[in-house]
């Protein structure tokens, strides 16, 4: 499975972004798609994930409420809307893929097996 990821750029507080993951090379029965981002000097932390099968959703605290995950089937891609924008939220951001996960280990990033490069979010004050 090939991850693509692409939508970043610079923006100031406040604003808006949308991040895409597009997914090719392979397909899951059921599973999960997510976002995680990473600053330097600090480790990847998880942003959001969404459950291909049923579209269930889980957060982040940070970005609860500014942030949306989406899925495209048909497209076999998944979307990250960004809104209210902080500095805060300057990252790399990277999508990842999973089969099975169990319980709340969806936040590890060490459980996904597929990434994609990424993403650089600026957010500028």
């Known amino acids: 499975v090939q991850l693509q990821a692409s939508g970043g750029g610079t923006v100031q507080a406040g604003g808006s972004l949308r991040l895409s993951c597009a997914a090719s090379?392979?397909?899951?029965?059921?599973?999960?798609r997510g976002w995680f981002r990473q600053a330097p000097g600090k480790e990847r932390e998880f942003v959001a994930v969404?459950?291909?099968?049923?579209?269930?959703?889980y957060y982040a605290d940070s970005v609860k409420g500014r942030f949306t995950i989406s899925k495209d089937d048909a497209k076999n891609t998944v979307y990250l809307q960004m809104n209210s924008l902080k500095p805060e939220d300057t990252s790399v951001y990277y999508c990842?893929?999973?089969?099975?996960?169990?319980?709340?280990?969806?936040?590890?990033?060490?459980?996904?097996?597929?990434w994609g490069l990424g993403t650089q979010v600026t957010v500028s004050s």
């Open positions: 990842a893929a999973q089969g099975a996960i169990v319980g709340s280990y969806y936040r590890r990033p060490q459980v996904y097996d597929y």
């Open positions: 090379g392979g397909t899951f029965s059921s599973h999960f």
């Open positions: 969404i459950v291909w099968s049923d579209g269930t959703t």
